[in-house]
């Protein structure tokens, strides 16, 4: 069973930085595009980034500049650093990826998601 253990969420106040990262676990033989969703109180889940295996990274035009995603295929990790961040930022932040499983099956996987809060 393939599983995404996310960590780094937490309080941070107005301007601050936080990274989060993903790492997945289980019977994985490939892991392709892999991704950061956030969902805000009383909104939909929405796209922060998304990063494929060769390296190539999205943004929705609101995020680009001061999110950063990035990977480590041999560690099946991926990272978000967050800058410049604001109250609107908070949510509860998935970690998603694409795996090809050891006996070649591919699964869409979600992470628990973790907190982030942006307050002063």
């Known amino acids: 069973q393939v599983q995404l253990v996310e960590s780094g969420g937490g309080l941070v106040q107005p301007g601050g930085s936080l990274r989060l990262s993903c790492a997945a676990s289980?019977?994985?033989?490939?892991?392709?595009?892999m991704g950061w969703y956030r969902q805000a109180p009383g909104k939909q889940r929405e796209l922060v980034a998304i990063i494929t295996s060769n390296g190539y990274t999205t943004y929705p035009v609101s995020l680009k500049g001061r999110f950063t995603i990035s990977r480590d295929n041999a560690k099946n990790t991926v990272y978000l650093q967050m800058n410049s961040l604001k109250p609107e930022d908070t949510a509860v932040y998935y970690c998603n990826a694409d795996v090809v499983e050891a006996g070649y099956r591919e699964l869409e996987v979600w992470g628990q998601g973790t907190l982030v809060t942006v307050s002063s």
């Open positions: 289980g019977s994985i033989f490939k892991t392709n595009d």
